[in-house]
C-alpha cells in the first residue's frame, strides 16, 4: 500500500501555494515505536543558584505540561573536568585530609540533598573544558607546586592489558613556532622514556582539533626519544640541532616509573606520569631555552594544552559552587523523570569505578525508576584516544555489573555523530569506529548495549532560516550512515541523548524555526532507525548570547522565564513537543508504526522544502506530521490515499483533524537580554474533509489526523 499526497494548485485560503507531492511509502512499516517512550526530555546541571530558581513546583509543572514522559539526566560536571558527588555523603580514600578518590554513600537511608556539585581537579591537564570553562592546564600554569596527573586507572593494574598504552601531552600553537628544545620539570610517577615529536602536515590551527580532513603524522624530533634513569627535573633537552616549525608539540610518555610521593599509601599514586610544568622553543647561543610556551592560570594566559587522561584525585575544597546538579532522589520525587524509567549517568572519564558502582547499588536500594545507565558524557570533545576511553568504560561496565548483572548499559553519549580524533598508527581518526573496534578487540560488545550522542545541528547561528532547516535532515541521515560503517551496531538501541538548535544561545532557537527543527529531528531520526530523542533546554530560562554578537539573543527553552524566574512565555518548541505528543503520537503508550515519507518539490541544493512522517497507531488512524521549511512560500496539498489497486481520499470519506503552527501564531520580540515573544498564540486547530486541500504556511509545523 502506498499513500500519496497529491497537490493542487490553489489555496483554499489566502495566496496561491506552491505544488508538492508527497508520498508515503506505506506497504511495510519502517520500524515500531512507542510514543512515550520515543520522546524525551534531557535535563542537565546548572549554574550557582539556578535550579533553586529552575525548579520549582510551578516551573516544573509547565515543563511536565509539554508530555515528555521520558527523561535522560545529564552531568554538566563530567563536562568540566570534575568529579560529580551524585551525593553529599561518602567517603574518601585519605578521610584524615578530606582528600583523595570519593565514593559516594549507597545508603539510602540517609537525607537526600536536593542539589549536588561537581569538584575540579586540582591534577587537571587539559587547558579548556565544555562547561563553565574556567579551568586551566597545571602543565603550563607557572607553578612548580602544582602538576597534572594521567588517570591511575589506565594502568594495566586495573585495564587488564598486558603492557601500558602511550599517555601524552599535546600543546598547540597559534603561531607556527620553531623547536629544538624543551625543559620538563617531572612529578613522582615519572616517565622513564618517552618521545617528543612534532606534528608534520598540519596547514592551519583550530584550536588543537585534529582530524582525517587534515593529513599528517606525528614525527619524533632527531633527538627526541628519551630514556632517563631519573627524573631530570632541571635539565634542557636538545631535540635537534636545526629547529623545526610546527603548530603542535607532543609529548608521548611510554615507560613509567611507578614512584610515589613520599609517605604515600595509596597505589594509585605510583600509577601513570606525573609532570609539574614544561618549556619548548628555541636554544640560543648560550645554550639557554627561549620558552614559546605561555605560562599562566587561565585558558587566556597559557599555551592551549590537552592531555591523555586526568587523575580524578581531588580534595573537599575543590567543590565548585557555580556547577549544580539536581539530586537523583529529587529528579525523581519532582515529576520531572515522568512515568517511563529514566536513563541515567556515572562518570567515567573524570571519575572511578567504585564511585559509579556505589551509585547504581544507591539507585536499586531506593528503588528509583532508572533503566539504562549512560557511561560518560562526550569524552570525544575532550580528545581522549577512543582505546583508552574503551578501557575505562569496560572497567566501570564490570564495576556496575557487579551490582546489577542486568542493567542496560551504553553510551558514550558522543558530542557529536562525526567526531575525530587524532589518527592512531594507521591514520584512523573515527572516534566511534576505534572505540568499537576497541571493544570488540577486548570482548567487550556485551556491554554496549545502547548507542548515544548528542545532536546540535548548527554551530553558525548568525545565519538566516530556510537553507539551514532544510540542510538538517541529509546531514543527520550522512551522519547515521558513516556510523554504521564505522561499526556501530544497528541491532541495538541508537539515542540522542540531548537535541537542539546549536551548542551556542542565539536568536533563532526562540524563533518559529526551533520548533520545527524539533519536530524534524525527532521524525527524521525515528525514520533512520532511531529509538530515543531527548529534547535539550527542559527548564526555563532566560535569553542569552554566549559567542557571537550577530547571533542576537535567544536561547533553547520550552518556556522563557520572566523577572520572577516563572515560566511565563510558552516557546516554539513548547508548542513543537506538545503537537508531537498529543496529536502525531495520540496513544503514547502503545506502539504505533512508522512510515517513510519523501516529499517531491526540491531547492536549488536538491533538499526537500517539506518533510514528511507518518504514523499509524494502534487503533488504525493515520498521523502525518508535515514540516514546511520554507521561509517564503506556503505548499498546498490535496491529501491522497493510494494502494497498489485503488485511491481515495486521505481519511476515506470522513474527516481529517488539523493542528498548525506557524507565524500567524509566534512572533519574537529581538530586544537584546530583554526579548520575548511579541506573539505568543497556541497552535490553531480546525476540521477538514478527507480530499480537501490542506494549506502549509511558511515556515510552519502541521498534524492531520484521519478521524
Same mark, same amino acid.
Given at each position: 500500500?502506498?499513500?500519496?499526497?497529491?497537490?493542487?494548485?490553489?489555496?483554499?485560503?489566502?495566496?496561491?501555494?506552491?505544488?508538492?507531492?508527497?508520498?508515503?511509502?506505506?506497504?511495510?512499516?519502517?520500524?515500531?515505536?512507542?510514543?512515550?517512550?520515543?520522546?524525551?526530555?534531557?535535563?542537565?546541571?546548572?549554574?550557582?543558584?539556578?535550579?533553586?530558581?529552575?525548579?520549582?513546583?510551578?516551573?516544573?509543572?509547565?515543563?511536565?505540561?509539554?508530555?515528555?514522559?521520558?527523561?535522560?539526566?545529564?552531568?554538566?560536571?563530567?563536562?568540566?573536568?570534575?568529579?560529580?558527588?551524585?551525593?553529599?555523603?561518602?567517603?574518601?580514600?585519605?578521610?584524615?585530609?578530606?582528600?583523595?578518590?570519593?565514593?559516594?554513600?549507597?545508603?539510602?537511608?540517609?537525607?537526600?540533598?536536593?542539589?549536588?556539585?561537581?569538584?575540579?581537579?586540582?591534577?587537571?591537564?587539559?587547558?579548556?573544558?565544555?562547561?563553565?570553562?574556567?579551568?586551566?592546564?597545571?602543565?603550563?600554569?607557572?607553578?612548580?607546586?602544582?602538576?597534572?596527573?594521567?588517570?591511575?586507572?589506565?594502568?594495566?593494574?586495573?585495564?587488564?592489558?598486558?603492557?601500558?598504552?602511550?599517555?601524552?601531552?599535546?600543546?598547540?600553537?597559534?603561531?607556527?613556532? @620553531?623547536? =629544538? /628544545?624543551?625543559?620538563? %620539570?617531572?612529578?613522582? $610517577?615519572? !616517565?622513564? #622514556? *618517552?618521545?617528543?615529536?612534532?606534528?608534520?602536515?598540519?596547514?592551519?590551527?583550530?584550536?588543537?582539533?585534529?582530524?582525517?580532513?587534515?593529513?599528517?603524522?606525528?614525527?619524533?624530533?632527531?633527538?627526541?626519544?628519551?630514556?632517563?634513569?631519573?627524573? @631530570?627535573? =632541571? /635539565?634542557?633537552?636538545? %631535540?635537534?640541532?636545526? $629547529?623545526? !616549525?610546527? #603548530? *603542535?608539540?607532543?609529548?608521548?610518555?611510554?615507560?613509567?616509573?611507578?614512584?610515589?610521593?613520599?609517605?604515600?599509601?595509596?597505589?594509585?599514586?605510583?600509577?601513570?606520569?606525573?609532570?609539574?610544568?614544561?618549556?619548548?622553543?628555541?636554544?640560543?647561543? @648560550?645554550?639557554?631555552?627561549?620558552?614559546?610556551?605561555?605560562?599562566?592560570?587561565?585558558?587566556?594566559?597559557?599555551?592551549?594544552?590537552?592531555?591523555?587522561?586526568?587523575?580524578?584525585?581531588?580534595?573537599?575544597?575543590?567543590?565548585?559552587?557555580?556547577?549544580?546538579?539536581?539530586?537523583?532522589?529529587?529528579?525523581?520525587?519532582?515529576?520531572?523523570?515522568?512515568?517511563?524509567?529514566?536513563?541515567?549517568?556515572?562518570?567515567?572519564?573524570?571519575?572511578?569505578?567504585?564511585?559509579?558502582?556505589?551509585?547504581?547499588?544507591?539507585?536499586?536500594?531506593?528503588?528509583?525508576?532508572?533503566?539504562?545507565?549512560?557511561?560518560?558524557?562526550?569524552?570525544?570533545?575532550?580528545?581522549?584516544?577512543?582505546?583508552?576511553?574503551?578501557?575505562?568504560?569496560?572497567?566501570?561496565?564490570?564495576?556496575?555489573?557487579?551490582?546489577?548483572?542486568?542493567?542496560?548499559?551504553?553510551?558514550?553519549?558522543?558530542?557529536?555523530?562525526?567526531?575525530?580524533?587524532?589518527?592512531?598508527?594507521?591514520?584512523?581518526?573515527?572516534?566511534?569506529?576505534?572505540?568499537?573496534?576497541?571493544?570488540?578487540?577486548?570482548?567487550?560488545?556485551?556491554?554496549?548495549?545502547?548507542?548515544?550522542?548528542?545532536?546540535?545541528?548548527?554551530?553558525?547561528?548568525?545565519?538566516?532560516?530556510?537553507?539551514?532547516?532544510?540542510?538538517?535532515?541529509?546531514?543527520?541521515?550522512?551522519?547515521?550512515?558513516?556510523?554504521?560503517?564505522?561499526?556501530?551496531?544497528?541491532?541495538?538501541?541508537?539515542?540522542?541523548?540531548?537535541?537542539?538548535?546549536?551548542?551556542?544561545?542565539?536568536?533563532?532557537?526562540?524563533?518559529?524555526?526551533?520548533?520545527?527543527?524539533?519536530?524534524?529531528?525527532?521524525?527524521?531520526?525515528?525514520?533512520?532507525?532511531?529509538?530515543?530523542?531527548?529534547?535539550?533546554?527542559?527548564?526555563?530560562?532566560?535569553?542569552?548570547?554566549?559567542?557571537?554578537?550577530?547571533?542576537?539573543?535567544?536561547?533553547?527553552?520550552?518556556?522563557?522565564?520572566?523577572?520572577?524566574?516563572?515560566?511565563?512565555?510558552?516557546?516554539?518548541?513548547?508548542?513543537?513537543?506538545?503537537?508531537?505528543?498529543?496529536?502525531?503520537?495520540?496513544?503514547?503508550?502503545?506502539?504505533?508504526?512508522?512510515?517513510?515519507?519523501?516529499?517531491?518539490?526540491?531547492?536549488?541544493?536538491?533538499?526537500?522544502?517539506?518533510?514528511?512522517?507518518?504514523?499509524?497507531?494502534?487503533?488504525?488512524?493515520?498521523?502525518?506530521?508535515?514540516?514546511?521549511?520554507?521561509?517564503?512560500?506556503?505548499?498546498?496539498?490535496?491529501?491522497?490515499?493510494?494502494?497498489?489497486?485503488?485511491?481515495?481520499?486521505?481519511?476515506?470519506?470522513?474527516?481529517?483533524?488539523?493542528?498548525?503552527?506557524?507565524?500567524?501564531?509566534?512572533?519574537?520580540?529581538?530586544?537584546?537580554?530583554?526579548?520575548?515573544?511579541?506573539?505568543?498564540?497556541?497552535?490553531?486547530?480546525?476540521?477538514?474533509?478527507?480530499?480537501?486541500?490542506?494549506?502549509?504556511?511558511?515556515?510552519?509545523?502541521?498534524?492531520?489526523?484521519?478521524?
Amino acid at each position: 500500500m502506498t499513500v500519496a499526497l497529491a497537490v493542487t494548485a490553489t489555496s483554499a485560503r489566502g495566496a496561491p501555494a506552491d505544488l508538492d507531492p508527497v508520498v508515503i511509502d506505506a506497504a511495510t512499516p519502517l520500524h515500531t515505536i512507542t510514543p512515550a517512550q520515543a520522546l524525551g526530555a534531557a535535563l542537565d546541571g546548572a549554574e550557582r543558584g539556578e535550579l533553586d530558581r529552575a525548579l520549582t513546583k510551578f516551573n516544573i509543572a509547565q515543563m511536565r505540561s509539554a508530555g515528555l514522559r521520558s527523561l535522560a539526566y545529564r552531568t554538566r560536571s563530567e563536562l568540566g573536568i570534575e568529579v560529580w558527588h551524585w551525593t553529599d555523603q561518602g567517603t574518601w580514600s585519605d578521610p584524615v585530609r578530606q582528600q583523595g578518590y570519593w565514593t559516594g554513600s549507597d545508603d539510602p537511608s540517609r537525607p537526600a540533598t536536593p542539589v549536588t556539585w561537581g569538584y575540579s581537579l586540582p591534577r587537571r591537564g587539559d587547558t579548556i573544558d565544555n562547561a563553565n570553562n574556567v579551568g586551566y592546564s597545571r602543565i603550563d600554569d607557572g607553578d612548580p607546586r602544582t602538576f597534572w596527573k594521567s588517570n591511575p586507572y589506565l594502568d594495566p593494574r586495573f585495564t587488564g592489558l598486558s603492557s601500558q598504552r602511550p599517555e601524552w601531552i599535546v600543546f598547540s600553537f597559534r603561531k607556527l613556532e @620553531r623547536f =629544538d /628544545g624543551a625543559k620538563i %620539570l617531572w612529578a613522582a $610517577p615519572f !616517565a622513564r #622514556h *618517552f618521545l617528543v615529536q612534532y606534528w608534520d602536515g598540519d596547514d592551519g590551527f583550530e584550536e588543537g582539533k585534529q582530524t582525517s580532513d587534515d593529513p599528517g603524522e606525528w614525527r619524533t624530533f632527531p633527538n627526541g626519544d628519551v630514556t632517563v634513569a631519573g627524573p @631530570r627535573g =632541571d /635539565g634542557v633537552l636538545r %631535540l635537534a640541532d636545526t $629547529p623545526i !616549525a610546527s #603548530h *603542535f608539540v607532543r609529548i608521548l610518555l611510554l615507560q613509567s616509573s611507578h614512584t610515589a610521593p613520599s609517605g604515600s599509601t595509596d597505589v594509585r599514586d605510583r600509577l601513570g606520569y606525573a609532570v609539574r610544568e614544561v618549556s619548548l622553543g628555541v636554544l640560543d647561543s @648560550r645554550g639557554q631555552l627561549v620558552d614559546a610556551v605561555r605560562h599562566g592560570k587561565s585558558m587566556k594566559t597559557q599555551t592551549f594544552v590537552q592531555v591523555s587522561s586526568t587523575d580524578p584525585w581531588h580534595r573537599a575544597i575543590d567543590r565548585d559552587l557555580d556547577t549544580e546538579q539536581p539530586g537523583l532522589a529529587f529528579v525523581v520525587a519532582s515529576g520531572l523523570g515522568g512515568d517511563q524509567p529514566m536513563m541515567a549517568p556515572v562518570g567515567v572519564l573524570y571519575d572511578t569505578p567504585e564511585n559509579a558502582a556505589a551509585e547504581l547499588r544507591y539507585i536499586r536500594r531506593l528503588h528509583l525508576p532508572v533503566g539504562r545507565i549512560e557511561l560518560g558524557e562526550e569524552p570525544d570533545g575532550q580528545y581522549i584516544r577512543p582505546e583508552d576511553y574503551a578501557d575505562l568504560y569496560l572497567e566501570t561496565a564490570r564495576a556496575l555489573r557487579a551490582v546489577d548483572p542486568s542493567v542496560e548499559l551504553g553510551g558514550p553519549s558522543l558530542q557529536g555523530p562525526l567526531t575525530g580524533t587524532w589518527p592512531d598508527e594507521a591514520g584512523g581518526s573515527s572516534w566511534m569506529g576505534r572505540f568499537v573496534t576497541e571493544l570488540k578487540a577486548r570482548g567487550g560488545m556485551g556491554d554496549f548495549q545502547f548507542f548515544s550522542f548528542e545532536d546540535y545541528s548548527f554551530e553558525d547561528v548568525c545565519r538566516r532560516p530556510g537553507g539551514l532547516l532544510r540542510q538538517e535532515t541529509g546531514e543527520l541521515a550522512d551522519e547515521v550512515e558513516a556510523l554504521r560503517r564505522a561499526g556501530v551496531p544497528r541491532i541495538i538501541p541508537w539515542i540522542i541523548s540531548e537535541y537542539g538548535f546549536s551548542p551556542y544561545a542565539g536568536r533563532q532557537m526562540s524563533e518559529v524555526q526551533s520548533g520545527l527543527l524539533a519536530a524534524d529531528i525527532v521524525g527524521n531520526f525515528l525514520t533512520l532507525g532511531g529509538t530515543s530523542a531527548y529534547m535539550f533546554g527542559y527548564p526555563p530560562d532566560t535569553p542569552a548570547n554566549q559567542k557571537f554578537p550577530c547571533a542576537g539573543y535567544g536561547n533553547m527553552m520550552l518556556y522563557e522565564a520572566g523577572p520572577d524566574g516563572r515560566g511565563r512565555w510558552p516557546m516554539p518548541v513548547y508548542f513543537a513537543e506538545r503537537m508531537m505528543t498529543q496529536d502525531w503520537g495520540a496513544s503514547p503508550d502503545r506502539p504505533h508504526e512508522l512510515y517513510r515519507a519523501v516529499a517531491t518539490r526540491r531547492d536549488p541544493q536538491g533538499r526537500p522544502y517539506v518533510t514528511a512522517y507518518a504514523l499509524k497507531g494502534p487503533d488504525g488512524r493515520w498521523s502525518l506530521m508535515l514540516v514546511n521549511r520554507d521561509q517564503t512560500h506556503a505548499h498546498l496539498a490535496s491529501l491522497t490515499l493510494r494502494t497498489s489497486d485503488a485511491a481515495q481520499p486521505f481519511g476515506g470519506h470522513g474527516r481529517l483533524e488539523v493542528v498548525q503552527y506557524s507565524p500567524a501564531q509566534y512572533a519574537w520580540l529581538d530586544q537584546g537580554a530583554a526579548s520575548h515573544p511579541a506573539r505568543d498564540l497556541p497552535p490553531v486547530r480546525f476540521i477538514a474533509p478527507a480530499g480537501a486541500p490542506v494549506r502549509l504556511p511558511a515556515l510552519s509545523l502541521t498534524v492531520v489526523t484521519t478521524r
